[in-house]
């Protein structure tokens, strides 16, 4: 496995390339990062993996200095998936001085974490559309637990014309149900125990087939217990507009919930 930090690097290993998958992470690699690594190497034959905590996704009071990192945990991980190059840039390397060339997705980057977390969306589609650019990869692979991250990636890669095929995997859960992520790491023990009631709410409105929106999110509220809410939703998969009856359409429950300062998404299909 080959370790690069520069564009260059990159165009010159890919022009070795006939077909590739790409995955883009942030690091503090987890089971569910590794399954979509696994999953990249079966579709193209060869996968790549980018880690770039990438600040122009983070608010001026987020999570971005203290953001979980292990550069050198994480390339075990990726060699022990089957990558075959890493991309590690510098953030002077993706956003040098002068750089002023952003992207943003309209309809599906509004509500939900785009309420919550304003400009958000910008900074995802921005590097997203970088590194698609970058590695023109064949395929590239996001997990659902940022479901509408997926949604606003699946939304520039169409509308820019990018040729890519964006895969969604599913999320990759703790057995007792709490989702993957790398934000996982601040929650104590105590914090983990009150954060399952995000997968517990979502299960129990998902299993109930309950039709109503309302009702189903009620179900969700119910089981949050002590966690503070951001927001309850049901919405449709593809447009992610709340609705209010679940019909033909595929719909998708989500949640996002501050457990101690610590904030958690999770969602499910219904
Ligand atoms: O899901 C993430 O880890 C990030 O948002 C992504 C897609 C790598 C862009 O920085």
Redesign the pocket.
């Known amino acids: 496995m080959k370790l690069v930090k520069t564009p260059d690097e990159v165009r010159a290993w890919r022009k070795t390339m006939p077909t590739l998958a790409l995955v ?3 690091g503090f690699l987890h089971e569910g990062h590794l399954s979509l690594m696994r999953e990249g190497v079966k579709r193209a034959g060869v996968c790549a993996a ?1 880690i ?1 905590v ?1 600040p122009t ?1 983070f608010g001026p009071k987020e999570d971005l200095s203290r953001y979980p990192r292990d550069l050198e945990g994480d390339l075990a991980k990726c060699e022990s998936a089957g990558v075959s190059l890493v991309y590690a840039p510098e953030p002077a390397s993706v956003y040098p001085a002068g750089y002023q060339t952003y992207v943003t997705v309209d309809d599906v980057s509004q509500g939900l974490d785009g309420a919550s977390r304003p400009g958000h969306f910008r ?2 589609a921005t ?2 559309a970088k590194l698609l650019a970058l590695f023109r990869p064949d395929v590239a692979l ?2 659902e637990k ?1 479901f509408q ?1 997926l949604q606003v ?1 699946k939304a520039l890669t169409k509308d820019l014309e990018l040729g890519v095929e964006i895969v969604g995997q599913p999320t990759v859960r703790e057995a007792d149900g709490l989702a993957m992520s790398s934000r996982n790491a601040y929650l104590s023990k105590e914090d983990r125990q009150k954060a399952l009631g995000l997968s517990r709410g979502l299960f129990r409105a998902r299993d109930s087939r309950e039709r109503d929106a309302e009702k189903v999110k009620a179900m969700i509220r119910a089981e949050l217990g002590e966690v503070r809410e951001d927001y309850v939703a049901v919405v449709d998969s593809e447009t992610l507009k709340p609705i209010s009856k679940i019909e033909a359409r595929p719909a998708r429950a989500l949640v996002a919930a501050f457990v101690g300062t610590t904030r958690l998404i999770d969602n499910v299909a219904l």
């Open positions: 883009p992470t942030m980018t770039f990438n996704q900074g995802v590097v997203v996001f997990g940022d991250q990636i």
